[in-house]
């Protein structure tokens, strides 16, 4: 088994991984904090994009468990002098690499690439193909929810959730989806009208606005903003539809929005994968606002659902 999508995750599957997600956060306070269940074994990320979170944390997680990682850069490998990409994965199996996890600009290249290693003893792990999925993310972001809320999974049903920004391009937002609906939260896409992604609306029968205050003053629980994906969108899109100045004064998530629509700020609880664009998709002071924001808790915890999801692919 392979981790590519959160779509056919089973609530139990992903209930088991939070058990041990939280074990291995326990023990990380504890003195003997290392699980080297791994020792002696290769794990190779292989990131066709940037990142800063997500390959650190997975290298921590990976490490913690005893892997030794290797950091294959596509610009320095012999991709570039024309290598297929089954060479590649042929040449990973050959070497006795034991875990992949791979990042790629393309929707679906993560699950391709996968299918090369379904007869051996590897397991592939997609840390975000382009607009499509990053479910580890998703479920970091779920497994933090959950903690901060105090609450079972199951506790979760009807909790309110806006994911504003750019949904259409993000592949968080996917992700979050597939995972958030399962446990029966409600979700609200808040955004311009052409960064909102209305085939994934109506298929999964969620709500969408284009109002940032109207939708916050109608109460709510949790608010994940996203940044606008430049780099997916494309100059001409951004500049066609509005303007970053625009943007800002419609999607901008502040205090003074907050304050605007009465919410009860002891009852809500801001979320955002990163990069944060400070002072565009969300206000400065309230990235750094503690009491609000889970976005250090986010990254925080990336290390220990990564870890259980490592584990979880070889059980
Ligand atoms: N959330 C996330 O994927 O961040 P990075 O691009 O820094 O890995």
Do not use: W
């Given at each position: 088994m392979h981790l590519i999508s959160t779509e056919n995750l089973s609530k139990e599957w992903i209930e088991t991984?939070?058990?041990?997600?939280?074990?291995?956060?326990n023990q990380n306070h504890s003195e003997n904090h290392s699980v080297k269940t791994f020792e002696g074994c290769f794990a190779a990320t292989l990131f066709y994009e940037p990142s800063t979170r997500t390959r650190i944390s997975f290298e921590i997680a990976a490490k913690k468990l005893g892997f030794e990682v290797i950091h294959l850069n596509?610009?320095?490998?012999?991709?570039?002098?024309?290598?297929?990409?089954?060479?590649?994965?042929?040449?990973?199996?050959?070497?006795?690499?034991?875990?992949?996890?791979?990042?790629?600009?393309?929707?679906?290249?993560?699950?391709?690439?996968?299918?090369?290693?379904?007869?051996?003893?590897?397991?592939?792990?997609?840390?975000?193909?382009?607009?499509?999925?990053?479910?580890?993310?998703?479920?970091?972001?779920?497994?933090?929810?959950?903690?901060?809320?105090?609450?079972?999974?199951?506790?979760?049903?009807?909790?309110?959730?806006?994911?504003l920004g750019d949904s259409l391009y993000s592949r968080v937002c996917r992700s979050n989806i597939y995972l958030l609906k399962q446990f029966g939260l409600e979700i609200t896409l808040v955004g311009p009208k052409h960064l909102i992604p209305h085939d994934l609306?109506?298929?999964?029968?969620?709500?969408?606005?284009?109002?940032?205050?109207?939708?916050?003053?109608?109460?709510?629980?949790?608010?994940?903003v996203l940044r606008l994906q430049k780099e997916r969108q494309g100059k001409e899109l951004t500049r066609a539809f509005m303007s970053e100045e625009e943007y800002i004064r419609d999607f901008r998530l502040s205090m003074e929005s907050l304050n605007k629509s009465k919410l009860d700020l002891n009852k809500i609880k801001i979320l955002h994968p990163g990069p944060v664009n400070r002072d565009v998709e969300i206000e400065s002071e309230l990235v750094d606002n503690q009491f609000l924001s889970l976005i250090d808790k986010q990254v925080r915890n990336g290390v220990f659902v990564r870890m259980a999801a490592i584990s979880s692919l070889f059980a």
């Open positions: 991984l939070f058990d041990q997600a939280l074990i291995y956060k596509p610009d320095t490998s012999s991709l570039k002098k024309g290598e297929s990409l089954f060479d590649t994965a042929n040449t990973l199996i050959n070497l006795g690499i034991k875990l992949v996890i791979i990042r790629h600009p393309s929707n679906g290249f993560t699950e391709e690439f996968a299918s090369f290693f379904n007869d051996f003893d590897i397991r592939v792990i997609n840390a975000g193909d382009g607009s499509n999925q990053h479910p580890t993310q998703a479920l970091l972001d779920l497994f933090t929810i959950r903690e901060e809320l105090n609450l079972s999974l199951a506790q979760l049903e009807g909790k309110k959730i806006i994911i609306v109506s298929e999964n029968h969620l709500n969408s606005s284009n109002n940032l205050l109207e939708t916050l003053s109608q109460g709510i629980d949790l608010i994940m």
